[in-house]
């Protein structure tokens, strides 16, 4: 499990790492520099979690469907959140 554990670790970090990249930008285009968004706030923001909306929580699933199947040609077969996770292989 340290593998997989080193793994998630490194997708988390890349994840975020894209995540504060978007949100600067998108303060950037909003704001140009005339704001008082510090960085420490922009980097603790990613952490936070939002109570998603129905509609909301099926954008997520879809975006997590289109990039399953575009980088690694999965699918998720169960999206019921307290079942295992099981994918399957497109063919």
């Not at 990613?46 to 909301?56: M, V």
């Not at 169960?78 to 099981?86: C, F, Y």
Request: aromatic content about 8%; hydrophobic content about 30%.
């Amino acid at each position: 499990m340290d593998k997989l554990e080193n793994i998630f670790r490194q997708n988390h970090i890349e994840s975020d790492g894209k995540l504060i990249a978007d949100n600067i930008a998108a303060i950037y285009k909003h704001c140009g520099n005339k704001h008082d968004k510090r960085f420490c706030e922009v980097y603790n923001e990613t952490q936070d979690s939002y109570n998603l909306t129905e509609e909301e929580t099926q954008y997520l699933e879809r975006v997590i469907d289109e990039h399953l199947k575009k980088k690694y040609n999965l699918e998720l077969v169960s999206k019921d959140m307290k079942s295992k996770v099981e994918v399957k292989e497109i063919k």
